[in-house]
């Protein structure tokens, strides 16, 4: 089955930086599209960044400019640099992939921008 498991939230001051992964299993990962969305408390779920298998890359205007999504297909994994953190950006952090059309989610990684 399908897996997504996320890690490297934490606690960071206001102008830090964090690093997201999300390593993948049961499915070929070079050939799926990958996404991190992002819920805060009290908010629906956005999308914050996505790679296509040709690595074209999309952004939330919210982000753009500080977070950088990039994939390893060697190792099955998926990265969301994030630098110049706000309080804004707090949120559980989801990993996300679709494979014949249905949606597949990680259980989510809390980043926590708090000074």
């Known amino acids: 089955q399908v897996q997504l498991v996320e890690s490297g939230g934490g606690l960071v001051q206001p102008g830090g930086s964090l690093r997201l992964s999300c390593a993948a299993s049961?499915?070929?990962?070079?050939?799926?599209?990958m996404r991190w969305y992002r819920q805060a408390p009290g908010k629906q779920r956005e999308l914050v960044a996505s790679?296509?298998?040709?690595?074209?890359?999309n952004y939330a205007d919210s982000v753009k400019g500080r977070f950088t999504i990039s994939r390893d297909n060697a190792k099955n994994t998926v990265y969301l640099q994030m630098n110049s953190l706000k309080p804004e950006d707090t949120a559980v952090y989801y990993c996300n992939t679709a494979r014949d059309y249905l949606n597949y989610w990680g259980e989510g990684t809390t980043v926590t921008v708090s000074s």
């Open positions: 790679i296509t298998a040709s690595r074209s890359i």
């Open positions: 049961g499915i070929i990962f070079s050939i799926h599209a």
